[in-house]
């Protein structure tokens, strides 16, 4: 099992920074790939960035050129770092982990609770 908490949302103006960390606990030597998702309202949860144990990142067209994430494996963690953000990037942004665990060594996925990020035009 892996737990992920959230934190860096907030209220930024249109053309701030924010920076969003997320820290896993639990059986975290299974995680694969690390990413962060949004939901804005009355939209579907998409895609923002992922990164592999490796390092390889991949962006939304969306954000590309703007966000940054980064992993630290050594202290479980994930970061993104947004910036030249817009009223279009508000949204919930929820951390996300997957890998295999012991038994069944299916493949799982984890969520973290989510955290607002507000900007404001």
């Known amino acids: 099992q892996v737990q992920l908490v959230e934190s860096g949302g907030g209220l930024v103006q249109d053309g701030g920074s924010l920076r969003l960390s997320c820290a896993a606990s639990?059986?975290?030597?299974?995680?694969?790939?690390m990413a962060w998702y949004r939901q804005a309202p009355g939209k579907q949860r998409e895609l923002v960035a992922t990164v592999t144990r490796g390092a390889i990142a991949t962006y939304a067209d969306s954000v590309q050129g703007r966000f940054t994430i980064s992993r630290d494996n050594a202290k479980d963690t994930v970061s993104l770092q947004m910036n030249s953000l817009k009223p279009e990037d508000t949204a919930v942004y929820y951390c996300?982990?997957?890998?295999?665990?012991?038994?069944?060594?299916?493949?799982?996925?984890?969520w973290g609770q989510g955290t607002q990020v507000t900007v404001s035009s």
């Open positions: 639990g059986s975290t030597l299974n995680i694969r790939d």
């Open positions: 996300y982990a997957d890998g295999r665990w012991p038994p069944s060594w299916r493949f799982d996925r984890y």
